[in-house]
């Protein structure tokens, strides 16, 4: 019987770089006519720099007054 020596050397694969993304959610509160509406606005974000065309703009909620202005009623 003999003895065998073996050498291993490591072989790493880069990691791909991760990008500097994020979203952020921020909610606004408009006016429109006698409603009040909030929104939820996502911004996606690129190395700190606001990419707005891509924002979405999406309703969460209506409060309008029920003595016959708006349209009625809170949607959600």
């Known amino acids: 019987m003999g003895t065998a020596t073996l050498h291993a050397n490591t072989i790493s694969n880069s990691q ?3 990008t500097q993304t994020c979203i952020v959610i921020s909610y606004i509160t408009v006016k429109e006519g006698k409603c009040t ?4 606005v996502s911004t ?3 190395f700190c720099i606001p990419l ?3 924002a979405t703009k999406c309703e ?16 959600h």
Do not use: N, Q
């Not at 969460?60 to 949607?75: F, L, S």
């Open 16 to 18: 791909p770089e991760t």
């Open 37 to 40: 509406v909030t929104y939820k």
């Open 44 to 46: 996606p974000y690129f």
């Open 52 to 54: 707005t065309c891509l």
């Open 60 to 75: 969460v909620k209506r409060d309008c007054p029920t003595d016959g202005g708006g349209t009625g009623g809170e949607r």
